[in-house]
């Protein structure tokens, strides 16, 4: 069956832009997560949400925001971008909620701001 | 607040020799742990977790790694190094009280390099 699908792959944002990256999860599964990737802070998560709700809030700023629709895809948002948001966007989809159900992570969105 | 060390950024070894990378966790709470790969331009793969039960567990590709609750431990071991194990590796902890493999913290990495 088909991975965790993120669109687009890869991305340049101009400082002060706003981007929405999206992700498909694999079928079925209903909680998707994201993580920030960067060779300073390493991977960092950001959110997860299950059956449309948020679940978790990683610590980072309100200009991060996501949602998860109906049929689980997921997207975020990044407002206002600044030069250290350039990074690896990572999805992550698992079945359901709970530590026991494995997570598939998709191959990620490269963003660069300039 | 939990936490994941991994000591050694970069580990290289020879074709054949024994994997060790080690990772280190804080928890204030019994913890999962986790080992994921990620090959270059690739997302995270699952190698092997830890959850309750047997503290040896074994992963994917030979992956190996034994929770040691005295050493706040989580070693990953490969008896025999391949070409192919080239890759970062990261070790994760999750709260395993209400915890999810969604909201993981992830230590730094270790780049395993296998020389021919």
């Known amino acids: 069956k088909a991975g965790v699908t993120q669109t687009p792959r890869y991305l340049i944002k101009t400082r002060g832009q706003q981007v929405t990256l999206s992700c498909s999860p694999i079928?079925?599964?209903?909680?998707v997560s994201w993580y920030q990737q960067t060779p300073g802070q390493g991977l960092q998560f950001l959110f997860e949400?299950?059956?449309?709700?948020?679940?978790n809030k990683g610590n980072f700023p309100g200009r991060f925001s996501g949602r998860q629709f109906s049929n689980s895809r997921s997207e975020m948002n990044v407002s206002t971008l600044e030069l250290g948001d350039s990074a690896l966007y990572l999805c992550?989809?698992?079945?359901?909620?709970?530590?026991?159900?494995?997570?598939?992570f998709g191959q990620g969105t490269r963003l660069t701001v300039v | 607040a939990q936490s994941v060390t991994q000591l050694g950024s970069h580990v290289s070894v020879s074709e054949g020799a024994l994997v060790l990378l080690r990772c280190n966790y804080s928890?204030?709470?019994?913890?999962?742990l986790f080992w994921y790969v990620q090959y270059p331009n690739q997302g995270l793969q699952l190698l092997l977790k830890?959850?309750?039960?047997?503290?040896l567990v074994k992963g994917i590709n030979g992956f190996e790694a034994e929770f040691k609750k005295s050493e706040t431990s989580f070693h990953l071991t490969k008896p025999s190094a391949h070409m192919s194990d080239a890759a970062e590796y990261f070790c994760?902890?999750?709260?395993?009280?209400?915890?999810?493999?969604?909201?993981?913290?992830f230590g730094k990495g270790t780049k395993l390099s296998v020389k021919p």
């Open positions: 992550a989809s698992s079945l359901a909620q709970g530590v026991k159900t494995e997570a598939f």
């Open positions: 079928s079925g599964h209903r909680s």
């Open positions: 949400y299950f059956s449309e709700t948020q679940r």
């Open positions: 928890s204030s709470v019994p913890p999962y």
């Open positions: 830890y959850t309750t039960g047997a503290t």
């Open positions: 994760a902890v999750s709260d395993s009280y209400g915890g999810s493999q969604g909201n993981l913290i």
